[in-house]
């Protein structure tokens, strides 16, 4: 099937891990991106990374860090979870900015 | 500032009736807006937009773009049950897109 994945779908982890969200589209699209959405389902864009720009909400703390080793995965490592951190993080794609193809979410839940 | 603003923000409807869901916006360089609808899980598209007055329809859902005065609307005729979800307006630039803080349906048998 063609379509935006992630892993895992549900987190549970404690204060002060290091954790990672893999994130793999098999849609062809050029650009990749992170959002956060929390307990009033608000989108927040994090990243977003194609291969010649990343650009960072410069609000997502530099524990939030991006990682694409190729065009079809852009990986989310966080560092020092902290309790706010608890959200449903969702990965997209998209072909040169044009909408955006949601992956099923990750649901962080950090004790 | 770029900003989508989404009303109303909760909505409870029985089945049959008629919602209209509207979304304001604005955004620097404008270059499409996208009608999302969330259940359990991960946003899935509706529509995209991206030029003014015409309709796009899909089954009992429509929505249409005036990008003169910078919103759209979202019409679900004859509501059903499994129209209750949360309703995410986004706009696009060349940059990003934004998203509304969403409509919340409720349709009651």
């Known amino acids: 099937d063609t379509a935006v994945s992630q892993t895992p779908k549900y987190l549970v982890t404690q204060m002060g891990n290091d954790k990672s969200i893999k994130c793999e589209q098999n849609l062809g699209h050029d650009t990749m991106y992170w959002y956060k959405q929390d307990s009033k389902k608000f989108l927040k864009i994090m990243f977003s990374y194609n291969n010649k720009e990343l650009i960072i909400n410069e609000t997502v703390p530099n524990r939030f860090s991006p990682k694409s080793p190729d065009k079809a995965h852009l990986n989310l490592h966080i560092n020092s979870l902290e309790l706010g951190d608890s959200a449903v993080y969702f990965c997209?794609?998209?072909?040169?900015?044009?909408?955006?193809?949601f992956g099923p979410g990750t649901r962080l839940t950090v004790l | 500032e770029d900003k989508v603003v989404q009303s109303p923000l909760s909505l409870v409807v029985h089945e049959g009736d008629t919602v209209t869901l509207n979304c304001s916006y604005e955004?620097?360089?404008?270059?499409?807006l996208l009608w999302y609808k969330q259940e359990k899980k991960a946003p899935t598209f509706l529509f995209m937009l991206?030029?003014?007055?015409i309709e796009k329809k899909s089954g009992r859902l429509s929505s249409i773009l005036d990008k003169k005065e910078l919103f759209s609307i979202l019409n679900i005729t004859a509501t059903q049950t499994g129209d209750s979800a949360i309703y995410l307006c986004?706009?696009?630039?060349?940059?990003?897109?934004?998203f509304g803080a969403g409509t919340r349906l409720t349709v009651k048998p």
């Open positions: 997209a794609s998209s072909h040169f900015r044009v909408g955006r193809f």
């Open positions: 991206t030029s003014s007055g």
């Open positions: 955004v620097t360089n404008f270059r499409s």
């Open positions: 986004a706009v696009g630039n060349n940059n990003d897109m934004r």
